[in-house]
């Protein structure tokens, strides 16, 4: 059967957020989330997360929003005048702008730490947040083989990283905000129909898709470009008709645990 990760992004961004994530566990079909661990309420994501120990939670590498982990003056590529992050608007309007690899690597485990620091754990699997390019995949790879974990790389166009030694390959990544015709959100008949093209997959096939799932707070409202979309994906995420549909076309719900050989 065709595997699916369906992973809730974003958790830690804010409290109804958090709550929205969860909510997409219990009654939905999300099997994984990924923790933004810089952010304040991500304290607050992982004490909610206590009651549902078989969430995968992995690491949503942040470097758009709020203060680093790092000390500021180590990574000053990445930081404001105010030792904030710069954020998303900084880096579309200026494309030349580059990642630096070193300030990257030295952020990426702050967060790996600070990610310890609230589970007891490092996280398994890491992927970044909204924006990178292919230093930042280059970081990630690095970072994976060092720690012996499993890492996304979504920005390095048309190469070709080699196999993650011990784990099995994701053949599809599905993003749901940077898809070009999902305007408001995922639907329900965005499954129904098949626009994802998860019936072309073939047996064994994995596919990793990604859900901006969740309540609004003023925080989201204030700080996020993702809104109304986030709570039509929540209800998109627990409609039984996805569900039905799933398992009619004998789709198999697995975790990025479940990557592991």
Not at 28 to 38: A, W
Not at 189 to 216: C, S
């Amino acid at each position: 059967m065709p595997n699916l990760i369906i992973d809730a992004d974003d958790f830690g961004l804010s409290r109804a957020i958090n709550y929205g994530i969860i909510e997409s566990y219990k009654t939905g079909i999300t099997t994984s989330t990924l923790l933004m661990p810089n952010l304040e309420t991500a304290e607050h994501a992982v004490h909610l997360a206590k009651d549902y120990p078989d969430l995968f939670i992995g690491q949503h590498t942040n470097f758009l929003l709020g203060k680093p982990c790092a000390d500021p003056a180590e990574i000053p590529s990445l930081i404001d005048a105010n030792g904030e992050f710069y954020r998303s608007k900084y880096y579309r309007a200026n494309p030349d702008v580059k990642f630096q690899y070193d300030d990257v690597r030295t952020e990426t485990i702050a967060q790996m730490e600070r990610f310890k620091s609230l589970t007891g754990h490092y996280p398994e699997h890491i992927d970044c947040h909204s924006i990178g390019d292919e230093m930042v995949d280059q970081v990630f790879w690095d970072i994976a083989q060092e720690f012996g974990i499993h890492t996304t790389l979504k920005y390095s166009g048309d190469k070709k990283w080699p196999a993650q030694e011990g784990y099995l390959p994701i053949s599809k990544i599905l993003e749901s905000g940077a898809l070009p015709y999902i305007q408001d959100g995922v639907t329900v008949e965005n499954f129904l129909n098949d626009d994802f093209g998860l019936l072309k997959m073939e047996p064994n096939e994995i596919a990793e898709m990604h859900f901006d799932v969740g309540f609004l707070d003023q925080f989201v409202l204030d700080n996020s470009s993702y809104t109304l979309m986030r709570c039509r994906e929540l209800a998109t995420i627990c409609d039984v008709r996805v569900r039905k549909w799933l398992e009619k076309n004998s789709f198999e719900l697995i975790s990025f645990a479940d990557l592991a050989k």
